[in-house]
C-alpha cells in the first residue's frame, strides 16, 4: 500500500485528506500539534509540532521505522492571525512563518529520504489563495502563503523528476481556520453564518469549499497515472472566487 503523510491532520482540510486516502487504500500517517480526537481505523496518528526541527526528526524517523518510505506527503499544517501589519509583533510574524513556511520545509527536508525510497512520489503545500490577492489585516499569513508557492517551485524543479512537488491554492473552506478568520470585519454580517453566505455570494460557485473539495484536489496531484506530467504547478481551488475583477 502506498503511503502518505499529512500535517495539520486534526483540522478541517487535514481531517478530509486523511478520510480521502483512507478509503483509497493508502496507509497514512496523520501528524497534528493538537491530540487527534479520534483518528480514523488504520491511521497513524502523531502529536508533532512542525516548527520545531528535533520533533521533526525524530517523529520522521519512527515513520522511517514503521514504513520505510513515503510515496506521498502533504505539508497541511498552518495557524493564521489576524491583524493589522502595524499591530503585528515580531513574535506573531515569526510563529506564522515557523509553522506555514518553515514547516514546510523542515517536514520536506526529513522526509527527502524516504520520498527518494518510495521511486516515485510526491509533495503538496496546502497554500491558499492569498498567495495571488488578499485583503487587509492578514499581511502575516499572505506573505507565509506567498513564500509556500515560491518554494514550490524551488523543490519542484531541485527533486525533479521522480518527486513531482506542487502546491494546492484554496480558496474559503469551511473549517475553523475560516470561521475564526471572518472575525476581522472584511466580510459584510452581523453573524458568521451571515458572512459564510456573504463569501459564498462571492464566488462563482455560489458556496462555500467543503474540506473534501480540497482533499480532492490533493489526491489527484499525488496520482501519478493522473497527474504525471505536473510539476511545480498551483492549483487553485477557490469555486471561482479569484477570477472575477473587483473593479468591475
Ligand atoms: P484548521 O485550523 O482546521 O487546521 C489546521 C491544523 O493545523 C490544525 O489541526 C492545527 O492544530 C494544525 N497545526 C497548527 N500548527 C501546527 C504545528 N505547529 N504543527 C502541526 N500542526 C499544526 O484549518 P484548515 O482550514 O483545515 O487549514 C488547513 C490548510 O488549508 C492550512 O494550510 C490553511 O492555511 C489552508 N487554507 C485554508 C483555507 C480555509 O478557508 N479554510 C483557505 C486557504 C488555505
Not at 480514523?40 to 496518528?45: E, F, S, T
Not at 509553522?99 to 525510497?117: C, D, F, I, T, W
Not at 502546491?167 to 458572512?195: C, I, N, W
Not at 506530467?229 to 469555486?239: Q, S
Request: hydrophobic share 50%.
Amino acid at each position: 500500500m502506498p503511503v502518505v503523510l499529512v500535517t495539520g491532520a486534526a483540522g478541517g482540510i487535514g481531517r478530509a485528506t486523511v478520510e480521502l486516502f483512507r478509503r483509497e487504500g493508502w496507509d497514512v500517517v496523520a501528524w497534528d500539534v493538537q491530540p487527534h480526537p479520534e483518528p480514523p481505523p488504520g491511521v497513524r496518528a502523531m502529536q508533532v509540532d512542525v516548527s520545531q526541527p528535533d520533533q521533526v526528526e525524530a517523529a520522521m524517523g519512527e515513520v522511517a521505522r514503521a514504513f520505510g518510505r513515503l510515496d506521498a506527503l502533504v505539508n497541511n499544517a498552518a495557524v493564521q492571525i489576524t491583524k493589522p501589519f502595524e499591530a503585528t509583533t515580531p513574535e506573531e510574524w515569526d510563529r506564522v512563518q515557523a509553522v506555514n513556511l518553515k514547516g514546510a520545509y523542515l517536514v520536506s527536508r526529513a522526509a527527502y529520504p524516504l520520498l527518494r525510497a518510495a521511486g516515485r512520489a510526491s509533495v503538496v503545500h496546502v497554500a491558499s489563495v492569498h498567495a495571488l490577492a488578499t485583503s487587509a489585516h492578514i499581511a502575516a499569513y499572505a506573505a507565509s502563503k506567498g513564500g509556500l508557492l515560491a518554494l514550490t517551485r524551488a523543490m519542484a524543479i531541485e527533486w525533479a523528476p521522480d518527486i513531482r512537488v506542487n502546491a494546492v491554492l484554496p480558496g474559503a473552506v469551511d473549517t475553523a481556520m475560516l470561521r475564526a478568520g471572518l472575525s476581522r470585519g472584511h466580510v459584510q454580517g452581523e453573524t458568521v453564518e451571515q458572512r459564510l453566505k456573504a463569501l459564498a455570494e462571492r464566488t462563482v460557485a455560489r458556496r462555500i469549499g467543503r474540506p473534501e473539495d480540497i482533499a480532492q484536489a490533493i489526491l489527484f496531484l499525488c496520482d501519478w497515472e493522473r497527474a504525471g506530467f505536473i510539476y511545480g504547478h498551483g492549483l487553485v481551488v477557490d469555486g471561482g472566487a479569484t477570477i472575477r475583477l473587483s473593479t468591475e
